[in-house]
């Protein structure tokens, strides 16, 4: 059975102090693996897809990289406003989007 | 680009009523559409998959008479909640798949539905 495992839970940062979130998979044939934002009362917002072991992609203060088992979301001097719950999702192609249950950061001025 | 709108974002209904919540893909078109539920502080548990023109698939558990999904044209896809009761009150997220530079998944801004 296909599984997404996210840690921490929950993550208290100072602001500027960098981080990084977990995102461990089971999936068979990874196809995507997807990290998304949410803030509380909306959809999740997409960030990134990561396709294959190895490859990595940036947005601002976000870099999400990807092995054969997990993936990592680093954030770099994290202001406030990166407070969220960051979601991530595997997709295997003959199944629907796997979640992880997420991890809620919080950063503190 | 890869836009899903949702409405309506929040909506109060008495039990024993139904609601209709509608998502529109507004610049793709989007032949598949997955229904999600999520309850506070848990991850998204997808209820159905709905296709342009055809049948929805449920996930097991989710009963389809009372989440009555129609997904008649490739830029809408609505869900209706049928005798809505206080424990169907939940946020309710659609998603839709797209790809160009890659691929992945858009999701709407979510409904969050209380019965009373």
């Known amino acids: 059975e296909d599984q997404v495992t996210q840690s921490p839970e929950a993550l208290r940062l100072q602001e500027g102090e960098s981080s990084s979130l977990n995102c461990s998979y089971t999936?068979?044939?990874?196809?995507?693996l997807f990290w998304y934002r949410q803030d509380p009362g909306k959809g999740p917002e997409f960030l990134f897809t990561l396709y294959s072991a190895g490859e990595e992609k940036e947005k601002e203060r976000l870099k999400a990289t990807l092995t054969k088992k997990e993936s990592f979301l680093h954030i770099t001097a994290p202001k406030p406003e990166d407070s969220a719950t960051y979601l991530c999702?595997?997709?295997?192609?003959?199944?629907?989007?796997?979640f992880g249950k997420g991890t809620r950061l919080s950063v503190i001025a | 680009g890869a836009v899903v709108s949702q409405h309506p974002s929040r909506v109060i209904c008495k039990s024993g009523t139904s609601v209709k919540i509608e998502c529109r893909s507004l610049?793709?078109?989007?032949?598949?559409m997955f229904w999600y539920r999520q309850f506070p502080k848990q991850s998204l548990m997808l209820m159905a998959t709905?296709?342009?023109?055809?049948?929805?698939?449920?996930e097991q558990g989710v009963e389809k008479d009372k989440f009555l999904i129609n997904h008649a044209s490739l830029t809408l896809s609505t869900l209706t909640v049928t005798s809505a009761h206080p424990e169907d009150s939940s946020f309710y997220i659609c998603?839709?798949?797209?790809?160009?530079?890659?691929?992945?998944?858009?999701f709407g801004s979510g409904t969050r539905l209380t019965v009373v």
């Open positions: 610049d793709f078109q989007a032949t598949t």
């Open positions: 709905s296709n342009e023109g055809s049948k929805a698939t449920y």
């Open positions: 998603s839709a798949p797209w790809a160009g530079v890659g691929y992945g998944y858009t």
């Open positions: 999702a595997a997709h295997s192609g003959n199944t629907p989007l796997v």
């Open positions: 999936v068979s044939g990874l196809r995507g």
